[in-house]
């Protein structure tokens, strides 16, 4: 249990982050996140919120607009980034064998979500782990129309930087004493986030258990 929150509390250490790479890591890690098949790892969703989180208590060397505008860019470029691989690279991907950095599952949960939702999983795929990630590289292998897809990648952007790093940014502001809770904040996003994906992936097994007890019975 000790190591487990040691090892949260490097995740958390978002001031070390900074401090380490400077304002444009978190730029870096933003665009990674957000259209580099191997950056799904990445820690987006809280590393936004800490960012905020920090930059009310002025240890963050950059106005809030400033922060804002530039990790949105920065949402922007990686989107972009990940439908110009999945445009050049096709269906090569679903071919592609899992290795470190790459799983070939990732790639169809995305391609799951992007079926349900449509072009809508290009804004809300941004609020999920993972289909962040390969949500845009999934409309590329699909070629879905670029108009389209810039749309949706500048809504998506905002919305997902807007929501998470003015959230810390005003709670910072409202209870500055949040700074020392970190790690219970990261562990909440942690959970919250993961919900959606870990219902999915029971509501697939499910579905498959139901299809191979149909199969059965026809047997």
């Known amino acids: 249990m000790e190591s487990f929150w040691e090892h949260l509390q490097n ?11 400077g304002f444009y890591l978190l730029l870096v890690v933003v665009f990674a996140e957000t259209g580099l098949f191997f950056g799904f790892f990445l820690p987006g969703d809280y590393l936004l919120f ?4 920090l930059c009310s208590a002025g240890k963050v060397d ?3 607009s400033t922060l804002v505008l ?9 989107n972009f980034t990940g439908y110009w691989f999945g445009y050049r690279t096709g ?13 070939k599952r990732y790639v169809t949960l995305a391609s799951e979500f992007y079926n349900k939702y449509g072009g809508m999983a290009l804004i809300l795929g941004r609020f999920f782990p993972i289909v962040r990630t390969f949500a845009p590289i ?11 897809f810039t749309l949706y990648n500048f809504i998506g952007s905002i919305t997902w930087v807007c929501t998470f790093t003015l959230s810390g940014f005003f709670l910072g502001k409202r209870f500055p004493q949040l700074e020392n809770y970190l790690q219970y904040i990261v ?9 959606p994906l870990i219902a999915a992936y029971i509501r697939k097994k499910f579905s498959e258990a139901k299809e191979k007890d149909k199969e059965k019975e026809i047997k």
């Open 187 to 195: 562990l909440g996003l942690i959970v919250v986030t993961s919900i």
């Open 62 to 64: 950059v106005s809030i």
């Open 11 to 21: 995740l958390t250490d978002a001031q070390s982050i900074i401090s380490r790479g």
């Open 70 to 78: 530039s990790l949105i860019g920065a949402g922007i470029l990686g």
């Open 50 to 53: 800490m960012a905020g989180l």
């Open 138 to 148: 999934f409309a590329g292998v699909v070629k879905v129309d670029i108009k389209r």
């Open 91 to 103: 269906p090569v991907l679903f071919n592609k064998n899992d290795s470190l950095f790459f799983k």
